[in-house]
């Protein structure tokens, strides 16, 4: 018994989270009420007080659901005794822009992160928890960077903390922009692209993707 209502309180709590995630991209975040979520939910409003102290406490466990699996890129590339630290914020940044244009779910909380929140007196624990995940991964992309101009004997042209910055700049602002138009570009392949220039201007010669037009036609001339 005491199993299924463990179960039970869990379903509760991600319907909950599932009925915010639709609500705050259907109406902004500011607009949307407890009593709401709870009627979507098929919940009481009693039940979100169990589960989350206020609304931000909700609007950050929404955001844990997809953020934390994404933030791990950054920490791995970071590690002292990783190969190719490069490589390794590449394939993260691939992923999550993978994710981005394939998984609902993904896509729904980064809209409403980035387009549907304002960080108003009582949401100040959100800007928190925006803030704290930026200055981690800036932190992460600064070490990976160092770690990899060391090894590769490069200087960078500007301060590590500034190339981390532009990096992060970089890769945030494509996910924003597609976001608005998710037809304006092909993400993940301007995502790789792009990253790889602008390892070039910091001095790393990394080997540019292959377009598929330029593909087929070099398999068509094999």
């Known amino acids: 018994m005491a199993r299924r ?9 991600h319907r909950l989270l599932d009925a915010a995630e639709l609500l705050f991209q259907a109406q902004g975040v ?11 939910a098929g919940a009481t409003r009693g039940a979100i007080y169990w589960h ?27 590690a002292p005794g990783v190969d190719d630290p490069l490589a ?3 394939e993260g940044m691939v992923h999550a822009l993978t994710l981005m244009t394939t ?5 729904r909380v980064f809209d409403v992160a980035t387009h549907k929140v304002e960080y108003t007196h009582d949401m100040a624990s959100v800007q928190q928890r925006h803030l704290d995940a930026r200055n981690a991964c800036v932190t992460d992309f600064e070490k990976a960077l ?3 101009a060391r090894r590769g004997r490069i200087k960078l042209p500007v301060p590590g903390h500034v190339a981390a910055q532009g990096l992060h700049a970089l890769i945030s ?15 993940v392949p301007t995502g790789r692209r792009t990253f790889r220039v602008y390892l070039a201007g910091l001095g790393f010669a990394r080997p540019q993707p292959v377009a598929p037009a330029a593909a087929e ?3 068509a001339a094999a």
């Open 5 to 13: 209502t463990k179960e039970e309180a869990l379903a509760t709590r």
């Open 146 to 148: 160092r770690l990899a």
């Open 88 to 90: 390794e914020i590449e």
């Open 52 to 78: 989350f102290k206020d609304k931000a406490d909700l609007f950050n466990a929404m955001m844990e659901r997809v953020i934390l699996p994404l933030e791990a890129a950054p920490r791995a590339a970071a």
């Open 217 to 219: 036609a070099e398999t």
């Open 103 to 107: 998984d609902p779910q993904v896509r």
């Open 30 to 40: 500011s607009q949307t009420t407890l009593q709401q979520i709870a009627q979507r």
């Open 173 to 187: 602002g494509l996910i924003q922009n597609w976001l608005l138009d998710p037809e304006a570009f092909d993400l």
